[in-house]
């Protein structure tokens, strides 16, 4: 027990959170991957509350002084932590097997921890510890709730599974989980100190925390609950601007992502954008995860395509993306509706299918525009200058798109053809009008017909 008693002391001394926090991390350092078996053993359940009372409170060699009621609450802490330690040893040695027990060990030591903040007024700086419960409460929650599935799948038949275990706690210690993690949401949204004594240095960490159990538990309605919480704490609160930049972007991504399957393009891209720009570069799996969102945002916000250069560095995104891409490009609608279907899978898991579906409507708009350039130009009076020609019949975009949906369902009726064109003008896609008792379309002159390709 020593050596994490060092640490806790030098921590108080130097006012060091990342510090504390290290001395309740329910894993061993790579440089020392005995010390959590070490600290256990240090102890038995007769003599724990009073081995840790004299290593945390009583050592001789300690300037560290707390209140009577705060260090009782720091020896809980350590009491329930050497506890949830003896339930981690008895799986790392194949003893036991239920990571139930791990997490309601852990549950303890979270619990323990809070009523510390609640009632015995621990430190602001002291924050990081709440970091790392918080974080291990969710993972061995979610491990819990696999080893339950598993257990479940062992007892009944593959054709009973469904009905009878299929939707029965299905995540229950992950939603338990969620409980808690909005109990230290609470705790530091509610905190009246002033601001260098705050625990609302705390906020975006947590809420991040929730926003990824909220998105586990496919909850994401949950997480505007914590927005709005935020929202109406703003003026309390430091600027965003003043907290890690890890917090920021993670924050950003995930206020991005929500806005983003709330339809609200724009701001999801305004939040999305933030977040590519601030991560760090070296972040690839965090970039490419903001890249997910952000590329079906900008395909509908401004019509384009990422670069060739852009997607280099992630392959992944290049195998979800690079046909798909290629087929609004050429404006090649089989082409679009079979690399859509073969990502189908892929696309629902991320919930972009929706989204990128309406990605025809851009390769739609290219294909005609590709009619509009084969139509070349025409002479205007008193020899000014060829223009394009501005009125194409109905005739040869029906005769495109057929060709472009070559391999899909029976040829559309011209006036199936006129309704797509309406709903490209109407959507702005294009600019004109349609002249049905001349069957042609009248395009806009000077460059606009096709707005945003310089055409």
């Known amino acids: 027990m020593d050596a994490t008693f060092t640490d806790f002391r030098e921590a108080h001394l130097k006012c060091s959170g990342p510090l504390l926090s290290t001395t309740i991390i329910p894993s061993a350092p790579p440089d020392d991957p005995n010390r959590l078996r070490r600290f ?36 809980d802490v350590y009491v329930a932590y050497w506890r949830a330690i003896g339930e981690l040893l008895l799986i790392e040695d194949g003893i036991l097997s239920n990571w139930s027990t791990i997490y309601e ?54 054709g009973m599974q469904e009905d009878i275990a299929g939707g029965v706690g299905k995540n229950e210690n992950l939603e338990d989980a969620a409980r808690i993690i909005n109990r230290i949401f609470t705790l530091c949204v509610s905190d009246r100190a002033p601001l260098a004594e705050s625990r609302k240095w705390g906020l975006y960490y947590t809420t991040n925390l929730l926003f990824k159990t909220y998105f586990k538990l496919n909850s994401i309605g949950l997480s505007k609950n914590i927005l709005r919480a935020l929202q109406a704490s703003k003026n309390d609160m430091p600027p965003i601007e003043s907290f890690p930049m890890s917090h920021i ?15 609200d393009y724009v701001k999801a891209e305004e939040n999305l954008t933030d977040a590519w720009r601030m991560c760090h570069r070296n972040s690839q799996r965090n970039r490419e995860l903001i890249l997910t969102y952000l590329i079906p945002c900008h395909l509908l916000t401004t019509h384009t395509l990422p670069s060739t250069h852009l997607l280099a560095p992630f392959p992944r995104l290049r195998q979800l993306f690079g046909d798909l891409g290629r087929s609004i490009r050429r404006g090649d609608l089989t082409g679009f509706d079979e690399a859509l279907e073969a990502g189908e899978g892929e696309f629902v898991k991320r919930r972009i299918y929706l989204t990128l579906e309406r990605g025809r409507d851009i390769a739609l708009r290219n294909l005609l525009r590709k009619v509009y350039l084969a139509g070349g130009f025409e002479q205007q009076a008193g020899g000014l200058p060829l223009l394009r020609r501005t009125r194409i019949p109905v005739a040869e975009f029906a005769a495109a798109i057929r060709l472009g949906n070559k391999t899909r369902g029976p040829p559309l009726e011209n006036d199936e053809v006129e309704c797509l064109l309406a709903n490209m003008i109407y959507k702005n896609l294009i600019k004109g009008y349609i002249s049905r008792e001349r069957a042609i379309v009248v395009l806009s002159k000077g460059g606009s017909a096709f707005p945003g390709t310089g055409v």
């Open 40 to 75: 256990f053993n240090a102890s038995s359940n007769s003599t724990v509350q009073t081995d840790i009372r004299t290593g945390l409170l009583a050592h001789s060699n300690t300037t560290v002084r707390f209140s009577k009621l705060e260090g009782n609450a720091w020896v």
């Open 105 to 158: 060990a852990w549950k303890e030591v979270t619990n323990t921890l809070i009523r510390g903040y609640s009632s015995a007024n621990f430190e602001s700086w002291t924050i990081p510890c709440l970091y790392v419960t918080g974080r291990y409460l969710r993972a061995f929650a979610i491990k819990a709730d696999d080893n339950s599935r598993a257990k479940r799948g062992s007892m009944f038949p593959a």
């Open 249 to 263: 972007v993670t924050f950003k991504y995930y206020v991005g992502v929500i806005l983003f399957l709330e339809e």
